[in-house]
């Protein structure tokens, strides 16, 4: 397993599965009803990181509610269903970016909104066709 794979299926795996476990116990409203919303629903989003600004690795993360069931390395297929299509989003980050992020475990946990803030200009969006 290459280093960048552990960083996505080892650390942002285990630490995304805190933090949403934290939120539970935070916010229990806002997690029921998000749970209630993405309740058996399975998605994925994918994560394609860069060093120097070269592709790195593709990340596939699939999910089923708001659970990370599977990780896939090498692919990058993104598929969100709703009611209008299915939407493709991923994100695009460098690597240092991504391990500082993962290093603002007590941010990444306890204050996502100010760790987003904190980071949005190092993660690109993107849409497949």
Same mark, same amino acid.
């Given at each position: $397993?290459?280093?960048?794979?552990?960083?996505?299926?080892?650390? %942002?795996?285990?630490?995304k599965n805190r933090a949403s476990d934290v939120l539970a116990e935070k916010n229990p409203k806002l997690f029921s009803l998000l749970n209630m919303f993405l309740a058996? @629903? @399975? #998605?994925?989003? !994918? *994560?394609?990181?860069? =060093?120097?600004?070269? +592709?790195?690795?593709? %990340?596939?993360?699939?999910? =089923? !509610?708001? @659970?990370?069931? =599977?990780?896939?390395?090498? &692919?990058?297929?993104?598929?969100?269903? /709703?009611? %209008? !299509?299915? *939407? @493709?989003? #991923?994100?695009?980050?460098?690597?240092?970016?991504?391990? /500082?992020?993962?290093?603002?475990? /007590? =941010? %990444?946990?306890?204050?996502? #909104?100010?760790? $987003?803030? +904190? #980071? $949005?200009?190092? &993660?690109? *969006?993107?849409?497949?066709?």
């Amino acid at each position: $397993m290459t280093d960048i794979e552990v960083l996505v299926r080892e650390k %942002f795996v285990s630490l995304k599965n805190r933090a949403s476990d934290v939120l539970a116990e935070k916010n229990p409203k806002l997690f029921s009803l998000l749970n209630m919303f993405l309740a058996g @629903k @399975k #998605y994925s989003v !994918g *994560i394609q990181v860069t =060093e120097n600004g070269q +592709k790195a690795d593709d %990340f596939t993360i699939h999910a =089923e !509610g708001l @659970k990370i069931t =599977e990780v896939q390395s090498g &692919v990058l297929a993104p598929k969100i269903e /709703h009611p %209008f !299509g299915i *939407i @493709k989003p #991923y994100v695009i980050i460098e690597r240092d970016a991504f391990e /500082h992020m993962l290093q603002d475990e /007590h =941010e %990444f946990i306890n204050e996502p #909104y100010t760790l $987003m803030r +904190k #980071y $949005m200009a190092d &993660v690109t *969006i993107k849409f497949m066709r």
